[in-house]
């Protein structure tokens, strides 16, 4: 269940009052509250050291929002310096919270290379982690790597279960997977 406190702090937040939203933010913060942390840096997007400084403090405390908004900072250079090195650390770091989309994202980052060396079994590893939770766009990609390794009825599976989302591309080539999987072939193109 969420904090009430929280709670009441993004609603000001959706509302676009922002001073309020901060009043609110700041002692949660304060206090050692990550997702607070996180929220109150989004709060400020227009003061960069401020926001950096409760960006990195939302970090310190666990919240994995932070750490894949880091990485992605650092990864593209965007406010802060260029850093491979701290990008990968603050993926990693997001997808061990156990956040989904960090999940999706390293899974992704580790079967193309660039950022990190291939590793096929990380990529499988995190991006597994991210379906088990739901991620539509890992579930697609888990049931394409199932299917060129050969593993057509776990394949189904997830290919059935992309197939039901809400993301028009997402169902298609969910639909593509399928397809390929009774047409017996192996689904070696990418989604």
């Known amino acids: 269940m969420i904090d009430p406190s929280l709670a009441r702090a993004l609603d000001a937040l959706a509302s676009g009052a922002l001073e309020a939203a901060r009043d609110l933010l700041r002692p949660l913060a304060e206090a050692g509250y990550g997702e607070a942390a996180y929220w109150l840096s989004r709060s400020l997007?227009?003061?960069t050291p401020a926001r950096l400084n409760?960006?990195?403090r939302a970090a310190e405390l666990g919240s994995g929002q932070a750490?894949?908004?880091l990485a992605g900072l650092y990864?593209?250079?965007?406010?802060?310096?260029?850093d491979p090195e701290a990008a990968r650390a603050a993926y990693l770091a997001a997808a061990q919270t156990g956040q989904a989309e960090a999940q999706f994202v390293l899974g992704s980052l580790l079967a193309s290379g660039g950022l990190f060396e291939t590793d096929?079994?990380?990529?499988a590893h995190w991006t597994r982690a991210a379906a088990e939770q739901g991620h539509q766009g890992a579930m697609l990609n888990l049931a394409h790597k199932l299917l060129q390794a050969g593993a057509r009825g776990e394949a189904a599976q997830w290919g059935h279960r992309a197939a039901l989302s809400e993301?028009?591309?997402i169902a298609a080539w969910a639909g593509d997977v399928l397809a390929a999987l009774e047409a017996g072939g192996s689904g070696t193109g990418s989604p």
């Open 75 to 82: 990864e593209e250079g965007r406010i802060v310096r260029r």
């Open 45 to 47: 997007m227009h003061d």
């Open 67 to 69: 750490h894949l908004e």
């Open 120 to 123: 096929p079994d990380g990529s």
């Open 54 to 56: 409760w960006l990195h």
């Open 167 to 169: 993301e028009p591309d």
